[in-house]
């Protein structure tokens, strides 16, 4: 091969545009594929930040308005009808299941006391646990993303390289020009993961502790009613 | 989630637009790069390498420094003016005293015609008046007459040897010392050879071959050779090879006192042999030897031989 022939062979190498639209376009299928892959689950993991952020803003708002009226003295039985009304979310949902199970209990046509402290306990702990799942709910993609985004985009690397040397063998010309263009795609695979997967594992911290504690100030908020009912049903029998 | 959605969706859009636009657009234009060529030489060529100068052009082989085209004749001394080959020496002597070869080149060139004339002259004169008085005069004359024949010839056939006893000789006067003085500016002839060459080429002219780049044994066999006072019988002696051992701390002083490996029947071994251990422990501090190559002369053994100094 003569040296006007490598001229040519890498000519179109070294004229590569490096624009981030160029390094997409100039790109293997399979690494196109990652940074396709990578993008979308980008879309997503902020999508889920959104809406997370979103919700949580929400829950604590009522949270906040509901413990409000709740100890501002009204009656039982005027929040719970009141409550009852909408669909109820958190702490409201708490508390309406806990008093729909004490009423059919007091207002059914057996009075069924004996077990009722424990019947409520049971019906709270299952509301607590469906309102956290619905604050849990997708906080797993962003783990998943978080942690394998990285790998992702290190295939789509390993990839890229690999076609970049096979360029080399076919070139038969290591100089940095034929080198260059085939790692600055390769690494921008990574770049893009890289770029997907730090938000995320950034947010599923900051969430996961988020939802930790407005778990605790339900699990709270339940003992205390617990403790109000039980007294109530005490002093009923 | 649908909200999420759409504002995760619009805001990757946004910085991916906004990444075309101001991400780096420009093509990668890495020019090849230069090549270096090296040479591989081993220790003795680089010992015995020729200083030259760096920016001198590439010439095919050394040209010795050449001003004018003549017969080879290099330049002893370089700083001194260059004149012409013509040697324009003049004796000092002529400076005090008025040139004299020039007359006897008159005597030497006239002798035919004008000689003759003033010789008539007296001639008549002194006969027409005291012809009968004056005896001796007249016979004084006949006789310069007849003499200055023969002495004219004479003058004609070896002119130098009346230029000879003529010239003056030139006396010492401490007055005029000064008139004596050459005050030209020092001078020198030009170097002639083949080919004019003004500049000293790559690698010549003044190379200083083993003083410039030695190695480590080089420079300790150069020491030793300082310091070794040969002997006087020791000097002329043949077959008498000393070899002392040497070990080394590495600051370069002695380890241990030289050491003597052979020995000779020679008469004057002994006395070669002491004057070698001498040398090494007088020298002692070869602190020029690299500490870095430590290894390399921590133990050296030399063989001091009196014909060649000595090798190692």
Redesign the interface.
């Known amino acids: 091969m003569n040296p006007t022939d490598v001229a040519q062979s890498v000519l179109p190498l070294?004229?590569?545009?490096?624009?981030?639209?160029?390094l997409f376009w100039s790109a293997h299928i399979v690494v196109k594929a990652v940074m396709i892959g990578l993008?979308i689950a980008?879309?997503?993991?902020?999508?889920?930040?959104?809406?997370k952020t979103?919700l949580y803003a929400r829950t604590k708002r009522a949270m906040d308005r509901f413990e409000q009226t709740f100890w501002s003295g009204q009656s039982l039985e005027e929040l719970y009808r009141t409550q009852s009304a909408r669909p109820a979310h958190s702490m409201a949902a708490l508390f309406v299941a806990a008093m729909r199970e004490w009423k059919r209990s007091f207002e059914g046509a057996s009075r069924a006391i004996g077990g009722l402290q424990m019947r409520i306990e049971k019906v709270m702990d299952v509301t607590i646990a469906r309102e956290i799942e619905r604050l849990e709910r997708r906080l797993l993609v962003l783990a998943t993303v978080g942690s394998a985004g990285p790998f992702i985009g290190l295939f789509g690397t390993v990839w890229g390289i690999m076609t970049s040397f096979q360029s080399i063998a076919a070139s038969k010309n290591t100089?940095?020009?034929v080198v260059?263009?085939g790692i600055?795609e390769a690494l921008f695979a990574t770049a893009i993961g890289l770029v997907a997967a730090i938000p995320a594992t950034i947010f599923y911290n900051k969430f996961v502790s988020e939802v930790n504690k407005q778990a605790q100030r339900l699990e709270g908020f339940a003992d205390e009613f617990a403790a109000i009912l039980s007294r109530q049903i005490d002093e009923a029998a | 989630m649908k909200a999420g959605w759409t504002i995760s969706a619009v805001l990757h859009g946004a910085v991916l637009a906004w990444g075309l636009v101001t991400f780096v657009t420009k093509p990668l234009n890495a020019t090849p790069p230069e090549f270096i060529s090296t040479d591989i030489i081993s220790d003795a060529d680089f010992s015995q390498i020729t200083q030259g100068i760096r920016s001198a052009p590439k010439a095919e082989a050394p040209k010795p420094l050449v001003e004018k085209i003549a017969e080879a004749r290099p330049v002893e001394e370089q700083t001194a003016k260059v004149i012409d080959n013509k040697p324009e020496i003049v004796p000092t002597a002529d400076q005090v005293q008025p040139p004299k070869p020039p007359e006897p080149k008159k005597a030497e060139a006239k002798p035919p015609a004008p000689q003759p004339q003033p010789k008539p002259e007296p001639k008549q004169a002194f006969a027409k008046e005291p012809a009968p008085k004056v005896d001796p005069i007249a016979e004084a004359i006949k006789k310069d007459t007849k003499k200055p024949e023969p002495k004219t010839q004479q003058k004609a056939e070896t002119p130098p040897k009346k230029v000879e006893p003529a010239k003056p000789q030139p006396k010492f006067d401490a007055t005029r010392i000064a008139a004596l003085l050459d005050k030209r500016d020092p001078q020198r002839k030009a170097a002639t050879g083949d080919t004019l060459s003004n500049t000293p080429s790559l690698g010549t002219a003044a190379g200083r071959a083993v003083t410039l780049s030695q190695n480590e044994l080089d420079a300790l066999r150069a020491r030793l050779r300082e310091c070794w006072n040969v002997p006087v019988g020791v000097a002329e002696a043949r077959d008498l090879v000393v070899t002392v051992r040497i070990q080394f701390k590495q600051d370069g002083s002695l380890q241990t006192d030289p050491r003597l490996m052979n020995s000779g029947s020679h008469p004057a071994f002994q006395v070669a042999a002491e004057s070698a251990l001498r040398a090494v422990r007088t020298c002692a501090p070869y602190s020029f030897l690299p500490a870095a190559k430590y290894e390399a002369w921590k133990d050296v053994i030399v063989d001091f031989d009196p014909r060649d100094m000595f090798r190692g």
């Not at chain 1, 980008?42 to 809406?51: F, H, L």
């Open positions: 070294t004229s590569a545009d490096l624009s981030i639209w160029g993008l980008s879309i997503w993991v902020w999508a889920i930040v959104i809406d979103l100089s940095l020009a260059a263009p600055a």
